[in-house]
């Protein structure tokens, strides 16, 4: 609660800023310097709550400078709590920023802008529940890519059930509807799921989420997916002052630069982290992602229709003082696609610092 502020820069070395082909092409190296600073408020108004956040920060490139743009992401919540439990969380957020150049498959700018707003209904506590909210989800692209541009409602509804000694079981129906207007498509997804979350011990947590999956679209060349979708995380620190957290997700996206329609995408996720000291930390990660591309060839003609992205990096974190921390992330990242089309890879490293006041 109260105001608090935070100062950074980020230094970021990308040796393939336009992600071309380098094994055919020779890619362009480039330094982005990121000055930001995030500004936090909450205000507690008898039991309700108010929070704010603000982050504000300016991508420059050394040698590129027709890439630099403008970074923000902003969001404001409240918490009204009534009754015994129960509370409603109303939202709104605002995030601008540049579109990788991986989506995008030419080396044109593109300033993307994502609004939402919504609320949340959550009554938990030991024995039965309901759960609901709404969220309206608006991306909004330049002109050359507003084909893209999209509108989504998101509806939930659901019963939930706590017992401590058992955990919080979720029972839910999830409506999404996807409104592309340039292209005149909209996709409804349908999902009925179970959620699923539990510490274990002090040491482990499990979330777990299982839904079937419903799509169909205005087009029947995009035609229509029945599966199963899941988001799955285990985390543990049996060992001492070694934390491990295995991740796995199988989900709609419906917001792409690829696809006309939506995609439907698998990623797996490992990361450990390891405490040196009570100042220092290092970690490693890998992820793996292959996105299926639903799309409609007389609307947006593309030659992919399904990629494969890979990271992996390893990362170390510092403490300074009390206010100030620094961090050192490297990764290498490499896309494949199933028509060798658009494919790249190169490595990152960013060095970053921050200071609270």
């Known amino acids: 609660m109260g105001l608090q502020a935070t100062a950074g820069l980020d230094l970021l070395y990308d040796d393939n ?78 995030r601008q920023q540049r579109a990788d150049y991986g989506d995008l498959n030419q080396q044109t700018e593109n300033l993307q802008r994502f609004t939402a707003f919504g609320a949340e209904l ?8 309901p759960v609901a909210s ?34 919080t079981v979720t029972a ?6 996807s409104d592309r207007g340039k292209l005149g498509i909209e996709n409804r997804t349908n999902s009925y799921g179970v959620r699923f979350k539990r510490a274990v011990s002090p040491i482990t947590q499990i979330d777990a989420e299982v839904r079937w999956l419903n799509v169909d679209s205005d087009s029947a060349a995009v035609g229509s997916y029945d599966g199963l979708g899941w988001d799955l995380s285990l985390s543990s620190s049996i060992v ?3 934390k491990l957290t295995a991740t796995t997700e199988r989900s709609i996206v419906n917001d792409s630069l690829i696809a006309s329609g939506f995609a439907i995408r698998t990623r797996y996720r490992l990361q450990g982290e390891f405490a040196i000291s009570e100042l220092t930390s290092v970690g490693l ?27 992996f990096g390893a990362l170390l974190k510092r403490k300074l003082t009390d206010r100030a921390d620094i961090t050192l992330d490297a990764q290498h990242y490499k896309r494949r696609t199933d028509t060798d ?3 790249f890879s190169g490595t990152q490293v960013t060095l970053g610092a921050a200071f609270r006041f």
């Open 240 to 242: 001492p002052r070694l």
């Open 341 to 343: 089309v658009a494919e």
């Open 122 to 129: 959550g009554c938990e506590r030991p024995g039965l529940f």
């Open 134 to 167: 709404y969220r309206r989800d608006l991306t909004r692209n330049d002109d050359a890519f507003d084909y893209a541009d999209q509108t989504s409602d998101t509806y939930l509804a659901g019963v939930g059930y706590n017992m401590p000694s058992l955990g």
């Open 285 to 311: 990660y890998g992820e793996w992602e292959r996105r299926k591309f639903r799309q409609d060839a007389a609307l947006r003609p593309f030659s992919i229709t399904a990629d494969r992205n890979q990271r």
């Open 17 to 94: 800023v336009y992600r071309v082909d380098d094994r055919i092409e020779d890619p362009t190296k480039d330094l982005i310097v990121t000055p930001w600073v995030e500004l936090t408020y909450g205000k507690p108004i008898g039991r309700h709550d108010l929070l704010f956040r603000g982050q504000i920060g300016y991508d420059r490139f050394i040698s590129e400078g027709q890439r630099s743009k403008l970074r923000l992401d902003t969001e404001a919540k409240a918490v009204i709590r009534f009754g015994a439990t129960c509370s409603i969380t109303p939202m709104a957020s605002y």
């Open 172 to 177: 839910f129906y999830e409506r999404v509807n």
